[in-house]
């Protein structure tokens, strides 16, 4: 099966070409250089980026694969959760594709997206397991008891662990996007530095907190002048990154251990963090170029959702949320 995928639900348009779970082409238009002076991704701005973006990626994701559009014997796209402008200039790119070909049209969860990107590399088998979803807008542990479905456990209660990365590091004096700043900035700094507050609200809840957080590292830079914060972001990354990290591996662990599994998968843009990866070994991570959001990953989960035909796929909506 031929599958065409579109991903637009945030910041970067995707578009991929997979058959048969192996990977033709998988392309990518990033937005940084819009959304960087704002510190964050601006709903308006990154819908007419795609709208630019998508038409061009479509030609070279299938000349890539060496098809064409009447070879195609699937479209999926992403249709939530995710900015609702974002996501509706992809679902109007896919009906016009899948009305043009014939094809089926099938929608996909961007979270499974994420969670199905292990089926890239793992293959299907991941579950039983329990996964940690951590992305820019996602942070939450779901249990997987066998193959598609899913029970929440439990999430963050404000930001999402990459918007807290995002928001750090404009603090911090460090570009956009922050995760991946923060990140490269650790490596030259001591963890041990700077002491923050664990992200989570109780013992016995699965949530995560990160507004806690937030204002210490807010507190601990008021106290810098320019030139101490210079000499001392590194140090400032390395600690804040420490907090969050220990904060979803001791979460995580804590979830596979009362739901009984030994599988933990981590997935999302924040699973290719180096300092998380490395902290959690044992843990099934999909490769780093499926971590971010990317269309391969939602070609690939196509596989396991149920094809919508014509012309019940007219109506399909998107979903800010779910």
């Given at each position: 099966m031929i599958v065409l995928g579109i991903e637009t639900s945030c910041d970067e348009t995707g578009v991929a070409v997979v058959q048969?779970?192996?990977?033709?082409?998988?392309?990518?238009?990033?937005?940084?250089?819009?959304?960087?002076r704002f510190g964050g991704v601006v709903p308006e701005l990154a819908s007419r980026a795609h709208v630019e973006a998508l038409n061009p990626l479509l030609d070279e994701a299938l000349q890539q694969a060496g098809l064409g559009f009447g070879d195609l014997d699937g479209i999926a796209v992403t249709?939530?959760?995710?900015?609702?402008?974002?996501?509706?200039?992809?679902?109007?790119?896919?009906?016009?594709?899948?009305?043009?070909?014939?094809?089926?049209?099938?929608g996909v969860n961007h979270l499974e997206g994420h969670i199905l990107a292990n089926a890239i590399e793992h293959g299907p088998e991941l579950a039983p397991a329990v996964c940690l979803v951590v992305s820019g807008g996602h942070t939450m542990l779901v249990h997987m008891p066998a193959a598609h479905a899913y029970e929440l456990l439990g999430q963050?209660?404000?930001?999402?662990?990459?918007?807290?990365?995002?928001?750090a590091a404009k603090m911090m004096g460090l570009p956009y996007p922050g995760g991946v700043a923060i990140d490269r900035a650790a490596r030259e700094?001591?963890?041990?530095?700077?002491?923050?507050?664990?992200?989570?609200?109780?013992?016995?809840?699965?949530?995560?907190?990160?507004?806690?957080?937030?204002t210490a590292l807010l507190y601990a830079v008021r106290e810098l002048d320019e030139v101490e914060l210079e000499s001392r972001r590194a140090d400032l990354a390395a600690s804040y990154?420490?907090?969050?990290v220990r904060a979803l591996v001791t979460r995580v662990r804590e979830a596979a251990e009362q739901a009984g599994r030994e599988q933990i998968a981590i997935v999302g843009g924040v699973a290719a963090n180096s300092e998380l990866r490395a902290a959690l070994p044992e843990a099934a991570a999909a490769p780093l170029a499926f971590c971010?959001?990317?269309?391969?990953?939602?070609?690939?989960?196509?596989?396991?959702?149920?094809?919508?035909?014509?012309?019940?796929?007219?109506?399909?909506?998107a979903y800010s949320s779910r």
């Open positions: 048969d779970g192996a990977v033709l082409a998988n392309l990518l238009a990033s937005q940084v250089d819009i959304h960087e249709v939530g959760p995710g900015l609702i402008g974002a996501l509706l200039v992809g679902i109007a790119a896919a009906k016009s594709i899948a009305l043009a070909t014939g094809a089926p049209l099938i963050t209660v404000d930001d999402a662990a990459g918007e807290a990365f995002d928001k700094g001591d963890p041990a530095r700077f002491h923050f507050p664990r992200a989570w609200l109780s013992r016995d809840a699965a949530d995560f907190s990160f507004s806690g957080l937030k990154q420490r907090a969050i971010t959001d990317n269309a391969a990953m939602i070609a690939s989960a196509a596989r396991f959702v149920e094809p919508i035909p014509y012309p019940r796929y007219l109506s399909l909506d």
